[in-house]
Structure formats: structure tokens, C-alpha cells
């Protein structure tokens, strides 16, 4: 296709995208059926008016992919609900860590024992079709900032972590492909590649979300009155963040997802704090009698939610491409019986087993376990590890292999969780609302 035809078809899919969105909000199944719809029809399988190669054009793809789930990881920080506690975040933390690594061993056994694949590959595999993705499961994860529902919140949060977590696995898959240096009995990758890169990030996006927020909230108040571009300071720490992230060898994924988050929290303990200020004063004689004592009750705008409406338009545009190129992958013959096993174990099998272990002692609902063993959501994380270790040199064979079975992975999560979220979330909203009556 040429570039005009490009812009055709991507400005006339938005067109009516935007025309529609009320009857779509209706629809029972989700927006990214449509797009994988549209990229089958104009792809290899129906039309053939283009082919999008992977393999070839992995670079590309990595870029894409890595912009995509950087703006979609800020967008749930910011999104995450006040204030922070341990026994909150501590189901999403487990199913970060416990259920990553329990996906990653049950599909490297399933790739070992049935698809015939070495260890090292089935490890590789297993860390790319683990995480779940912070990008095409919006219809799960948390509407906007003041949204305090649990489950929401526990997918939310753990998309936004494990696309940090699953990098260690990545990195051991390449290693026992000999791609990576694992150093004498793993030491190397237990030391750097988990604690110090895992440690880094979330430290280095802490230390950046606490302090933006600080200057920010600083530059907005008396006497300085500044107005600051929000749209750019969202955009400037993901890449700061990132950037920096990666300079330090930390896993920059993490990074992102917690300045987010640190943005986000220390903005609401700033203008918390501010009106308990406030309001003390006004209940003293003294500022009764003297009105100009107490501090300025008009709370300034914040930076989280200035740009979180510019980061979702970013997001949806990224989804719109992304999904498109991968319905422009797939030929008829993409679909072999390995490839389905893979994804039906890993739905049917893998994350409800992980669930289920990895919140073992846990007082989450079983209907809550249920949902969320269901709803880990395959997507564009998954096709970032993919192309990245393709980046790192794998052999060509073993690489169209992995092409193969990921692309399957993504377009079935995207069909069987794109039909099945919305009778299903609607059912839970409505058994909980009736509980709590």
C-alpha cells in the first residue's frame, strides 16, 4: 500500500470510529475486534493490499510497540487510586511476580513437552506471552482517576508491573540461548538483571514522579503563578524516566508505571494537605476575623490529569496502527494447530492456574480470582519482548517460529477476551452491586 492508501484507510477508520463511538460504547464486543477486522480484510488473508513482515521490519515494530506501552503504562499510573497501602497493592503484586513466573515455567513445559521446542526458547516464549497488556485491556482496567473499583485496579495495576517483571524472564530465555550473559551459575542475571534492575526502576520512577509533582504543585502556587504545559511535562518524564531508566540498566517499564504513580499520589497528598490547612485556619478566631491569614483555598491544576487525556488520544491512535499491522501479518496458513494449543493452554490453563497459586492465602473473592484468571489480556507487550529479542539476534528459523505463535497468541486474546469482557464484567458489576445491597 502506498502512503496515500495508508492515510486513507487509517484517517477514514478514525473517522468512523469517532462518528460511532456511542453506538460502539453499546456494542458488545470491544473497538480492537474491529481494527483486527480491518487489518484481516486489507491483509494477506482476504485482500492482500499489504504485507507487514516482522521479521524484517522488527526495528519499526520495536519502536511502535515500545511508544505504545510507555504511554499506555502512564496513563494507568496516574490513574491508580489515593491513597497507597501494602494490603491494596498487594494481590496485583503477587500476580506481578508468583503468577508471572509460574505462566512463564508452565509455558515453557507446554512449548518443551508438545511444540518439541529447546528450553531456552520455551523460556523466551513463556516471557513474551505472560505479561499481560496495559494497552488492549482498557475495557478491564481502571475509567479514570477516581475510579476505586478492586478488580479494575488489580488488572491496572498489574499490567502496568508486569511489563517490567517479565524482562528478567526474557533475559534468561535469551541467556540459555546463549544471546545473554547469565554469568557464573545465573549470579549475573539474579543480580542485575532481577534485583538491580527491578530495584532501579521502581527507585528511579519514584525519586522523578515525586519530584515533578512537587515542582510543578511549587511553580503553580504563590508567589510564582506559572502555567505550565501539562501535555509536554507528561511527555518529558516518560522519556526522562525512560531514558535514564535504561542508561542505568533498570528495567525502564517499571520506571514509567511508577513515576506515574508517584506523580499521581504525591499530587493528591499535596492539595490533601493543602485543604487540611485551609480548613484548620478557617476554624481559628484569629482567621475569622482576618480572612487574608489563611492560605489560598483554590487548589491549582494538576500535571497527571492535565496529560492524561492527551496520553489516552496517543494510546487509542497507537492501538488503531498497532492492531491493523497485526492483522497485516497473518496468511491463512499462520494458523497451525500449535499455534492454537499455545494460546488455549495458556488462557484455559496457564493464567487461571497462576491465579489461582499465586493468590493462594490471599481474601480475594473466588469470583474475583475467576475474572482475573480469565482477563489477562494478550497484546502489544507481548510483540515488543518479540521483536526486542528478535533485535538481539535470534536465528531466523526460531524467530518466524516465535513470529508465528505470538501473532496467534494476540489475535485470539484480542477475538476471546474482546467478546467475552463485557457479559462478563457486567455480570460481576451486577452480582457485587447486589451484595452490597
Request: a neutral charge; glycine letters at 10%.
Amino acid at each position: 500500500m502506498s502512503n496515500a492508501l495508508w492515510f486513507t484507510l487509517v484517517g477514514g477508520l478514525l473517522l468512523v470510529m469517532g462518528l460511532t463511538s456511542s453506538i460502539l460504547k453499546r456494542s458488545p464486543v470491544t473497538v480492537a475486534i474491529i481494527y483486527l477486522a480491518v487489518g484481516l480484510l486489507v491483509g494477506p488473508t482476504v485482500l492482500n493490499l499489504f504485507h507487514f513482515n516482522p521479521l524484517k521490519e522488527s526495528a519499526l515494530l520495536e519502536g511502535l510497540t515500545e511508544v505504545a506501552v510507555l504511554i499506555s503504562l502512564f496513563s494507568a499510573g496516574v490513574k491508580m487510586p489515593m491513597p497507597f497501602s501494602f494490603a491494596r497493592w498487594r494481590t496485583p503484586i503477587l500476580l506481578a511476580t508468583v503468577s508471572m513466573a509460574i505462566t512463564v515455567a508452565l509455558v515453557a513445559g507446554f512449548s518443551r513437552y508438545v511444540l518439541g521446542m529447546p528450553w531456552g526458547a520455551g523460556v523466551l516464549l513463556g516471557a513474551i506471552v505472560a505479561p499481560t497488556d496495559p494497552v488492549l485491556a482498557t475495557d478491564v482496567q481502571i475509567r479514570h482517576p477516581g475510579d476505586r473499583d478492586q478488580l479494575r485496579f488489580t488488572l491496572t495495576c498489574e499490567a502496568g508491573m508486569n511489563d517490567g517483571s517479565a524482562f528478567p524472564f526474557v533475559m534468561l530465555g535469551l541467556g540459555l540461548l546463549g544471546l545473554h550473559d547469565l554469568g557464573d551459575f545465573g549470579l549475573k542475571w539474579v543480580l542485575l538483571d532481577g534485583v538491580w534492575a527491578t530495584l532501579g526502576g521502581i527507585s528511579i520512577g519514584l525519586v522523578a514522579g515525586i519530584a515533578l509533582a512537587r515542582l510543578g504543585w511549587k511553580l503553580r502556587r504563590e508567589p510564582y503563578k506559572h502555567e505550565l504545559m501539562d501535555d509536554f511535562l507528561g511527555l518529558g518524564l516518560i522519556g526522562v524516566v525512560y531514558g535514564v531508566a535504561v542508561l542505568a540498566h533498570a528495567w525502564g517499564f517499571l520506571a514509567v508505571f511508577f513515576a506515574a504513580v508517584a506523580l499521581r499520589q504525591t499530587e493528591l497528598k499535596l492539595a490533601r494537605a493543602a485543604r487540611d490547612s485551609f480548613d484548620e485556619c478557617q476554624s481559628r478566631e484569629s482567621a475569622r476575623a482576618e480572612d487574608a491569614a489563611c492560605p489560598d483555598p483554590e487548589l491549582p491544576p494538576t500535571v497527571s490529569e492535565g496529560s492524561l487525556i492527551f496520553k489516552e488520544h496517543l494510546e487509542r491512535l497507537s492501538v488503531v496502527v498497532l492492531i491493523l499491522l497485526i492483522g497485516g501479518t497473518l496468511f491463512v496458513d499462520s494458523w497451525s494447530w500449535g499455534a492454537v494449543g499455545l494460546a488455549l493452554f495458556l488462557f484455559a490453563v496457564a493464567r487461571p492456574a497462576s491465579v489461582v497459586i499465586g493468590l493462594l492465602g490471599t481474601r480475594t473473592p473466588w469470583r474475583m480470582r475467576a475474572l482475573a484468571g480469565w482477563f489477562g489480556v494478550r497484546g502489544i507487550g507481548s510483540l515488543y519482548y518479540l521483536v526486542y529479542a528478535i533485535e538481539q539476534g535470534l536465528p531466523e528459523p526460531l524467530a518466524l517460529e516465535l513470529i508465528q505463535l505470538t501473532l496467534i497468541v494476540v489475535t485470539l486474546s484480542i477475538l476471546l477476551h474482546g467478546i467475552s469482557v463485557k457479559p462478563l464484567m457486567g455480570h460481576f458489576w451486577r452480582r457485587t452491586a447486589r451484595s452490597a445491597q
